[in-house]
């Protein structure tokens, strides 16, 4: 069984940054890919990001793309998401997810975090 826990989250002001970070638990991080997914009040789960298990290859949803950044640390069992130029509507739960598959939809990833709470002020 795989544990996820993801921290980092917080309230910043728009064009401000945040880190988050998911540690992963209870088995190598090394063998999943891994996943980064959003969800704002109201709305449906939003696929944010993914990176492949050796960390070279990641896609990322079309709006984040260039201020979003998804890393990983097979090492320290982490894998990070680093967030810049914030907007308002980045606003939404995080979810960091692992697989044994990847892609853009939830169904791909087996293990869940709990979420961590973004919020970006105008």
């Known amino acids: 069984q795989v544990q996820l826990v993801e921290s980092g989250g917080g309230l910043v002001q728009a064009g401000g940054y945040l880190r988050l970070s998911c540690a992963v638990s209870?088995?190598?991080?090394?063998?999943?890919?891994m996943g980064w997914f959003r969800q704002a009040p109201g709305k449906e789960r939003e696929f944010v990001g993914t990176?492949?298990?050796?960390?070279?290859?990641?896609n990322y949803l079309d709006s984040v793309k260039g201020r979003f950044a998804i890393s990983r640390d097979n090492t320290k069992n982490t894998v990070y998401l680093q967030m810049n130029s914030l907007k308002p509507e980045d606003t939404a739960v995080y979810y960091c997810?692992?697989?044994?598959?990847?892609?853009?939809?939830?169904?791909?990833?087996?293990?869940w975090g709990q979420g961590t709470q973004v919020t970006v002020s105008s």
């Open positions: 990176i492949s298990r050796s960390g070279g290859t990641t």
């Open positions: 997810a692992a697989g044994l598959l990847t892609g853009k939809y939830a169904d791909a990833y087996a293990y």
């Open positions: 209870g088995r190598p991080a090394r063998g999943y890919y």
